[in-house]
């Protein structure tokens, strides 16, 4: 259904140093970027194949960024250790803890998920569904 969705951040850097940390153990990495300090429109693109990102972050002034408290995106993870790792790393860059790694029964019996909030405020979430 989606092609794509970015966030707006305060300060690309930061958010890359983010983004770069926390989606790798995922399997995601930089697909291009934009980044000319000083400059408006900076960007930066996130995906598996170079030139096709599905998540992008662009820096934009203070009062177009995050969605409100009821936004949240989930990035799909190969496997609960990527999900422990996707954690971690948000929480070494700049991400606060918004649900620790574990099973979430509620939404189903193999639904394992971590959730954070990036340093702009926008909730996100790494899972998988994937029976052991």
């Not at 900076?42 to 934009?60: C, H, M, P, S, W």
Request: aromatic residues 12%; negative net charge; without cysteine.
């Amino acid at each position: 259904m989606l092609h794509h969705i970015s966030f707006g951040v305060s300060d690309i850097a930061r958010s890359a140093a983010f983004y770069d940390a926390a989606l790798a153990p995922l399997g995601f990495r930089r697909v291009w970027e934009d980044i000319r300090p000083g400059e408006d429109d900076q960007a930066v693109g996130y995906g598996l194949t170079d030139g096709n990102d599905k998540f992008a972050i662009k820096e934009r002034a203070a009062a177009d960024l995050a969605a409100g408290p009821g936004f949240h995106l989930a990035f799909a993870a190969p496997n609960r250790a990527a999900v422990d790792a996707f954690h971690a790393a948000a929480l070494r860059t700049g991400g606060s803890d918004n649900g620790a790694p574990g099973l979430r029964p509620d939404y189903g019996p193999h639904y394992y998920a971590a959730f954070v909030i990036d340093p702009d405020g926008f909730r996100i979430e790494a899972v998988t569904n994937i029976a052991l």
